[in-house]
């Protein structure tokens, strides 16, 4: 008896992009956010420094934690609006 096979049409399955780096971007956002309360409520700085190393800090936290959300949005919206922009059902990236 030969049983043929239906082709089921699933919805495709365009999953997160780099998962381990966006998994480090937000570990290292986290950690940083971190390190910059514990430098912006600690006494062990004086007034100049804390400004300096908090603000660099700060531009840390910004840069990991906005890039992961970055690669999030791009993984589940931009990477479909650019699927139905094309028309095609492979997106490339």
């Known amino acids: ?3 043929m096979a239906e082709s089921v049409q699933s919805k495709p399955n365009y999953g997160i ?7 480090f971007s937000f570990i ?18 004086e007034q100049i420094p804390k400004i300096i190393v908090g603000t660099l800090l700060s531009i840390v ?11 999030i949005y791009g ?10 922009k094309t028309g095609s059902g492979s997106v490339v990236g």
């Open 28 to 45: 290292a956002g986290a950690i940083s956010a971190v390190i910059f309360f514990v430098v912006l409520f600690s006494a062990v700085l």
């Open 75 to 84: 993984s589940k919206v931009m990477k479909l609006e650019d699927r139905d």
């Open 17 to 23: 992009d780099a998962p381990r780096l966006l998994r």
């Open 61 to 71: 936290v910004t840069y990991f934690l906005g890039m992961g959300c970055f690669m």
């Open 1 to 3: 008896m030969l049983v």
